[in-house]
C-alpha cells in the first residue's frame, strides 16, 4: 500500500527548511529580503580549535537534522587537533533514515530504495582537523600538477611525467578540459539536495551568472529548462552522454586512471570523513580546481532528533518528512517493473536495494561485506558494496561532512 505524500506535507518540508534558514541568516546579521539575498561569505581557513568547534556546534543545531538545541550534539576537543562529535541519544526509540523516491507516476506513492534503522544509541564521530586542511590543501596540489602537464599524469609510472599518445589513448583518458587552463576563482557545486527546492530564494540566476562564478559542477541531473538549480553547467560528473554540449565531463576511467583519483584516496585516510559519500567525489574535485566553492544542493532532511531522516531530492515532485514507505524490491511486481525500467540505475537499483534497504535493522549492521538477511540474521553479502551504498557513510558522514568543512573555511554551504 502506497501512501503519495500530499501537496500540504511537501509544503511543510520547506517550512521547516525556510524557519531554519531564516533564523541561520538571523544570527549572521542578515536583516533585510531574500529577493536579493546572495550567498553569505565563509570565513576561510583553520582558525584555531576552539573556534572550529564552536562554529561547527552552532552549524549542527541550526541545520537541525540530527541535533538541535533541545537535543544537542556534543562537539568537543580529543587533543589539540581532534574533534569528537556525539549525535544525541534520540528523544524516543526510532527514527529510520532512507532515500525517497517518487514511483514515477507520483500520485502512486512513494519507495526506499535505502533505509536502516537510526539506532537508540548514541552516535560518535571523530574529525582530525590537521589531516582535514592537509586533504583539501593536497587536492589542490594535486590538481596543480596535473594543470602543469595539460594533461594527466600517469600514475603507473614512479616519476610524475606527461604521458605518451599510446598511454594517454590506452588506459590514460585525458582529463576534464575545463580544468586544465588554470585553477579557478569562485565556483558553485550544484547537487541534488531538496534544500535547492526549499530555499528562501531560487539560487538559478545566480548559479547560472557568469560574472559571479568561473564554472558551474553539476552531477546526476542536467536540468534543460530553468529550475530552482539553474541551467549551467561547466563540469558535469557521470552520465556524459547528459551534459549539455560544451561541458567538460568527468568519467569514471579518468576518476579510476587519474593521479587525482590516488592521490584522493591517499589523503582521505585519517581525516574521519571518509571514504565515498553521495557527491563527494565531484565535491573533492571542485575543492581541488576552486579558491572558493559555494556548495547547493547539499543535506538530508529531518524534523528534528528522533524523526526520520530522508535524502530525497529536488527534482522529486512530492516531498517527504518521513521514511513510511515499501523497500524498491518489496513493491508488487507490476509497480516493480514499472518502476525499476524508468530508474537510472534500472534493475541495479532493485539489487542494491534488496542489500541496502532493512527499515528495521540498525544501519551499523550494514557493511561492505555484510547486511541483515529476511530473517534479521546478520549474513554475508553475495556481492560486496561500494563504500557509497554503507549507510555509516551514506547517511552519517555525508550529512556530516559539510558541516565540519564548512565550519573549517573549506567550502561555503549555502543551504538557506
Known amino acids: 500500500m502506497f501512501v503519495a505524500p500530499t501537496k500540504a506535507e511537501s509544503m511543510a518540508v520547506c517550512g521547516v527548511e525556510q524557519s531554519r534558514a531564516r533564523k541561520f541568516l538571523s544570527h549572521r546579521g542578515h536583516t533585510g529580503g531574500v529577493a536579493d539575498l546572495m550567498p ?51 528523544p524516543v526509540p526510532g ?148 551534459a549539455p554540449e560544451g561541458a567538460s565531463c568527468i568519467t569514471e576511467d579518468w576518476l579510476q586512471w587519474s593521479t587525482f583519483g590516488l592521490d584522493r584516496f591517499r589523503v582521505l585516510q585519517g581525516t574521519g570523513l571518509g571514504i565515498a559519500h553521495s557527491g563527494g567525489t565531484l565535491l573533492d574535485l571542485a575543492i581541488a580546481s576552486c579558491r572558493r566553492l559555494d556548495v547547493f544542493g547539499a543535506g538530508m532532511f529531518s524534523l528534528g532528533p528522533g524523526e526520520d531522516v530522508v535524502y530525497q531530492h529536488w527534482y522529486d515532485k512530492p516531498l517527504t518528512s518521513h521514511c513510511r514507505a515499501p523497500c524498491l524490491f518489496a513493491m508488487s511486481a507490476a509497480a516493480l517493473n514499472q518502476t525499476a525500467g524508468k530508474l537510472a540505475g534500472g534493475p541495479m537499483e532493485v539489487e542494491i536495494s534488496k542489500r541496502v534497504c532493512h527499515p528495521m535493522s540498525d544501519c551499523y549492521s550494514i557493511n561492505t561485506t555484510h547486511a541483515p538477511s529476511a530473517s534479521g540474521q546478520i549474513e554475508k553479502l553475495d556481492m560486496p558494496l561500494f563504500s557509497s551504498e554503507v549507510p555509516h557513510d551514506f547517511y552519517f558522514l555525508s550529512e556530516l561532512r559539510p558541516h565540519v568543512l564548512h565550519a573549517l573555511g573549506i567550502i561555503n554551504w549555502v543551504w538557506y
Open 95 to 242: 527514527g529510520t533514515l532512507c532515500q525517497s523516491s517518487p514511483i514515477p507516476s507520483p500520485d502512486e506513492g512513494s519507495f526506499l530504495l535505502k533505509a536502516c534503522s537510526r539506532g537508540s544509541g548514541q552516535r560518535c564521530f571523530r574529525f582530525d582537523l590537521h589531516a582535514i586542511m592537509e586533504y583539501s590543501n593536497e587536492l589542490r596540489r594535486a590538481m596543480a600538477r596535473i594543470r602543469a602537464h595539460g594533461s594527466d599524469m600517469c600514475p603507473l609510472r614512479k616519476k610524475h611525467r606527461a604521458c605518451t599518445e599510446e598511454e594517454r589513448n590506452g588506459v590514460q583518458p585525458t582529463g576534464p578540459a575545463r580544468l586544465m587552463t588554470r585553477q579557478l576563482d569562485r565556483c558553485a557545486l550544484t547537487l541534488s539536495g531538496h534544500t535547492l527546492k526549499c530555499g528562501l530564494r531560487s539560487w538559478a540566476r545566480v548559479i547560472d551568472n557568469t560574472s559571479h562564478y568561473d564554472a558551474v559542477f553539476r552531477a546526476n541531473m542536467y536540468p534543460q529548462s530553468e529550475g530552482p538549480s539553474g541551467m549551467r553547467t561547466d563540469v558535469a560528473y557521470r552520465h556524459c552522454h547528459r
Open 40 to 90: 553569505i561569505d565563509n570565513k576561510r581557513g583553520f582558525s584555531g580549535l576552539d573556534e572550529a568547534t564552536r562554529r561547527l556546534r552552532s552549524l549542527l543545531h541550526e541545520r537541525g537534522t540530527l541535533c538541535a538545541k533541545a537535543h544537542p550534539c556534543s562537539v568537543k576537543s580529543v587533543n589539540n587537533h581532534t574533534l569528537q562529535v556525539c549525535l544525541p541519544k534520540p
